[in-house]
Nanobody, 128 residues
Framework: QVQLVESGGGLVQAGGSLRLSCAAS????????MGWFRQAPGKEREFVAA????????YYADSVKGRFATSRDNAKITVYLQMNSLKPEDTAVYYC?????????????????????WGQGTQVTVSS
Protein backbone atom coordinates (compact mmCIF):
# COMPACT_ATOMS: atom_id res chain seq x y z
CA GLN A 1 0.00 0.00 0.00
CA VAL A 2 1.00 3.58 -0.62
CA GLN A 3 -0.07 6.63 1.33
CA LEU A 4 -0.01 10.07 -0.29
CA VAL A 5 -0.22 13.31 1.64
CA GLU A 6 -0.57 16.66 -0.15
CA SER A 7 0.28 20.02 1.35
CA GLY A 8 0.76 23.61 0.24
CA GLY A 9 -2.71 24.63 -0.83
CA GLY A 10 -4.29 27.91 0.18
CA LEU A 11 -5.75 31.21 -0.94
CA VAL A 12 -3.85 33.36 -3.41
CA GLN A 13 -4.63 36.32 -5.63
CA ALA A 14 -4.74 35.98 -9.38
CA GLY A 15 -1.24 36.17 -10.80
CA GLY A 16 0.28 34.68 -7.68
CA SER A 17 2.07 31.40 -7.08
CA LEU A 18 1.76 28.34 -4.89
CA ARG A 19 3.80 25.16 -4.56
CA LEU A 20 2.08 21.92 -3.73
CA SER A 21 3.93 18.95 -2.28
CA CYS A 22 2.96 15.30 -2.18
CA ALA A 23 4.84 12.91 0.07
CA ALA A 24 4.57 9.19 -0.54
CA SER A 25 5.11 6.49 2.05
CA UNK A 26 4.39 2.84 2.49
CA UNK A 27 5.71 -0.52 1.47
CA UNK A 28 5.42 0.11 -2.25
CA UNK A 29 6.31 3.79 -2.31
CA UNK A 30 9.34 3.43 -4.53
CA UNK A 31 9.31 3.44 -8.33
CA UNK A 32 6.09 5.38 -8.71
CA UNK A 33 4.88 7.58 -11.53
CA MET A 34 3.09 10.55 -10.00
CA GLY A 35 0.20 12.59 -11.30
CA TRP A 36 -1.63 15.74 -10.31
CA PHE A 37 -5.35 16.14 -10.84
CA ARG A 38 -7.88 18.73 -9.78
CA GLN A 39 -11.61 18.89 -9.26
CA ALA A 40 -13.69 22.03 -9.14
CA PRO A 41 -17.21 22.04 -7.66
CA GLY A 42 -19.69 20.45 -10.03
CA LYS A 43 -16.98 19.31 -12.43
CA GLU A 44 -15.22 16.06 -13.11
CA ARG A 45 -11.71 15.40 -11.91
CA GLU A 46 -9.25 16.54 -14.56
CA PHE A 47 -5.62 15.90 -15.31
CA VAL A 48 -3.11 18.63 -14.53
CA ALA A 49 0.39 17.16 -14.76
CA ALA A 50 2.38 13.96 -14.40
CA UNK A 51 5.98 12.91 -13.97
CA UNK A 52 7.51 9.51 -14.54
CA UNK A 53 9.57 7.87 -11.78
CA UNK A 54 12.81 8.65 -13.61
CA UNK A 55 11.91 12.33 -13.61
CA UNK A 56 12.93 12.63 -17.24
CA UNK A 57 9.40 12.76 -18.65
CA UNK A 58 6.74 15.25 -17.68
CA TYR A 59 3.27 15.83 -19.06
CA TYR A 60 0.90 18.79 -18.75
CA ALA A 61 -2.66 19.69 -19.56
CA ASP A 62 -2.90 22.39 -22.19
CA SER A 63 -4.59 24.69 -19.69
CA VAL A 64 -1.52 24.80 -17.43
CA LYS A 65 1.38 24.52 -19.89
CA GLY A 66 3.90 27.28 -19.37
CA ARG A 67 2.46 28.13 -15.93
CA PHE A 68 2.80 24.93 -13.90
CA ALA A 69 5.81 22.69 -13.45
CA THR A 70 6.10 19.34 -11.71
CA SER A 71 9.28 17.90 -10.26
CA ARG A 72 10.29 15.20 -7.84
CA ASP A 73 12.84 14.28 -5.22
CA ASN A 74 13.11 10.51 -5.18
CA ALA A 75 15.30 10.52 -2.09
CA LYS A 76 12.39 12.05 -0.20
CA ILE A 77 9.75 10.27 -2.32
CA THR A 78 8.11 13.64 -2.77
CA VAL A 79 6.67 15.31 -5.84
CA TYR A 80 6.03 19.00 -6.30
CA LEU A 81 3.70 21.13 -8.38
CA GLN A 82 4.87 24.70 -8.82
CA MET A 83 1.94 26.83 -9.93
CA ASN A 84 2.64 30.30 -11.30
CA SER A 85 0.44 32.96 -12.89
CA LEU A 86 -2.57 31.48 -11.18
CA LYS A 87 -6.03 32.25 -12.51
CA PRO A 88 -9.43 32.07 -10.81
CA GLU A 89 -10.25 29.10 -13.03
CA ASP A 90 -7.42 27.17 -11.35
CA THR A 91 -9.52 27.08 -8.18
CA ALA A 92 -10.12 23.44 -7.24
CA VAL A 93 -9.17 20.66 -4.90
CA TYR A 94 -5.83 19.31 -6.09
CA TYR A 95 -5.01 15.64 -5.72
CA CYS A 96 -1.81 13.75 -6.21
CA UNK A 97 -1.94 10.20 -7.48
CA UNK A 98 0.51 7.36 -8.00
CA UNK A 99 0.93 4.31 -10.18
CA UNK A 100 3.67 1.67 -10.37
CA UNK A 101 6.15 2.72 -13.01
CA UNK A 102 6.81 -0.90 -13.98
CA UNK A 103 3.22 -1.45 -15.06
CA UNK A 104 2.80 -0.62 -18.75
CA UNK A 105 0.37 2.17 -19.51
CA UNK A 106 -2.92 0.94 -20.97
CA UNK A 107 -4.06 4.47 -21.81
CA UNK A 108 -2.60 7.99 -21.68
CA UNK A 109 -0.90 8.86 -18.42
CA UNK A 110 -3.50 11.61 -18.07
CA UNK A 111 -6.25 9.02 -17.52
CA UNK A 112 -7.46 8.82 -13.91
CA UNK A 113 -7.90 5.06 -14.31
CA UNK A 114 -4.15 4.58 -14.65
CA UNK A 115 -3.61 5.52 -10.99
CA UNK A 116 -3.93 3.19 -8.04
CA UNK A 117 -3.34 5.52 -5.11
CA TRP A 118 -4.75 8.94 -4.28
CA GLY A 119 -4.12 11.59 -1.69
CA GLN A 120 -6.83 13.34 0.31
CA GLY A 121 -6.57 16.56 -1.71
CA THR A 122 -5.66 20.13 -0.89
CA GLN A 123 -7.76 23.19 -1.65
CA VAL A 124 -6.39 25.88 -3.93
CA THR A 125 -8.45 29.07 -4.19
CA VAL A 126 -7.47 31.88 -6.56
CA SER A 127 -9.25 35.17 -6.02
CA SER A 128 -9.76 37.70 -8.79
Amino acid sequence: QVQLVESGGGLVQAGGSLRLSCAASGRSSSSLDMGWFRQAPGKEREFVAAIRWSGTSTYYADSVKGRFATSRDNAKITVYLQMNSLKPEDTAVYYCAARPTMRPLRSPISNVDEYDYWGQGTQVTVSS
